[in-house]
């Protein structure tokens, strides 16, 4: 089966600590891209990545950091520097030449 | 940064009626366009998209596009209750990036 996975599916941390979200896709997409959800608002980009070991800022990026060393695996890490990030993460991929994007099953993250 | 607008509140329809969801953009550079659905708790899901001016049709879903308008609508014919979700709104912005609206939620009452 071809898609996109995305664990662990609740995740709890503690203040001050670094997670990082895992995000594989076996779709062979070139574009990759990390968004957050908050009840009841939209989506909003956090990083993305058009190619192998390159990455973009989104519109949110402070207290986040990504790697993609390869194509199927892009993470994503809340560090402690994130405020408030106790959200929805969606990890999203897109195909060369094709406009829309294609959602993994999200990760719930919580501060305790 | 590119804005997508969904200004209307939840829609409550009957079982079997017509849905009308709206959107509005802000950049006139937009050439494509995206509908997703979203149940609660539940990742976005593509239903449509469209990239030409007038409808397109994929089953009880149709998506309409007016360029000079600027606004993007989507209508769900014979409503059921699994369409019940939050259907959101996306334009492609340039480098490769969507621009989400918040969302209407449409709820469909049997």
């Known amino acids: 089966d071809g898609g996109i996975t995305q664990s662990p599916k609740y995740l709890f941390r503690k203040e001050g600590q670094n997670v990082t979200l895992s995000c594989e896709q076996n779709?062979?997409?070139?574009?990759m891209y990390w968004y957050r959800q908050d009840p009841g608002q939209g989506l909003r980009l956090i990083y993305y990545?058009?190619?192998?070991?390159?990455?973009q800022k989104g519109d949110i990026a402070e207290g986040y950091s990504v790697s993609r060393e390869k194509k199927e695996s892009f993470p994503l890490t809340v560090t402690s520097a994130q405020k408030n990030p106790t959200a929805f993460y969606l990890c999203a991929s897109r195909s060369a030449g094709g406009g829309e994007q294609f959602f993994g099953p999200g990760t719930r993250l919580t501060v305790l | 940064q590119k804005e997508v607008e969904q200004n209307s509140g939840p829609l409550s329809v009957p079982e079997g009626a017509i849905a009308s969801l709206n959107c509005t953009y802000s950049d006139r550079g937009s050439q494509s366009f995206f509908w997703y659905r979203q149940y609660s708790g539940k990742s976005p899901e593509l239903i449509m998209f469209i990239y030409s001016n007038g409808d397109k049709e994929d089953g009880r879903f149709t998506a309409q596009l007016n360029k000079a308008s600027q606004y993007v609508s989507l209508l769900i014919r014979d409503s059921q209750p699994s369409d019940s979700a939050t259907y959101l709104c996306?334009?492609?912005?340039?480098?490769?990036?969507?621009?989400f609206g918040k969302g209407n939620q449409v709820v469909v009452i049997p």
């Open positions: 779709l062979n997409h070139d574009a």
């Open positions: 996306a334009a492609a912005e340039g480098n490769n990036r969507l621009a």
């Open positions: 990545s058009q190619i192998v070991n390159d990455f």
